[in-house]
């Protein structure tokens, strides 16, 4: 489903959030906001496809879109993980960064649902 598809179960709307907030990047690279508000689940999808060097990958959440704070934080040395960072905290904004950035290639996407 892409970002803002809605489905009805009984008589419960959902609505889903999936965005693609780093796209292959092999620089340091701050992810644009994503508004989360309206989601009660969030997951932050991180797939290091290339990496002979090493990546730091965070999660950062912020209460006004303005003034971010680190949530989650890992850094992958020559390996290619795939990982997944949850959180059903009610921050208001998502996104993600990649930094100490050398030789890797990043992909990161926010999904998020409503019920």
């Known amino acids: 489903m892409a970002s803002g598809d809605e489905e009805k179960i009984g008589n419960v709307q959902i609505t889903f959030l999936n965005v693609v ?16 508000r309206k989601f009660k689940s969030k997951v932050a999808w991180v ?17 006004d879109n303005s003034t971010w704070f680190e949530r989650f934080s890992q850094t992958y040395t020559a390996t290619t993980p795939k990982d997944l960072f949850e959180t059903s905290f009610p921050y208001a ?11 890797a290639t990043v992909t990161a996407t926010i999904t998020g649902q409503s019920f």
């Open 47 to 63: 797939n290091v496809s290339v990496n002979t060097g090493a990546v730091t990958v965070k999660v950062e959440v912020s209460p």
């Open 93 to 103: 904004y998502m996104r993600i960064t990649t930094t100490t950035h050398s030789n």
């Open 21 to 36: 907030n780093l796209n292959a990047v092999t620089s340091a690279t701050e992810g644009s906001s994503v508004d989360i």
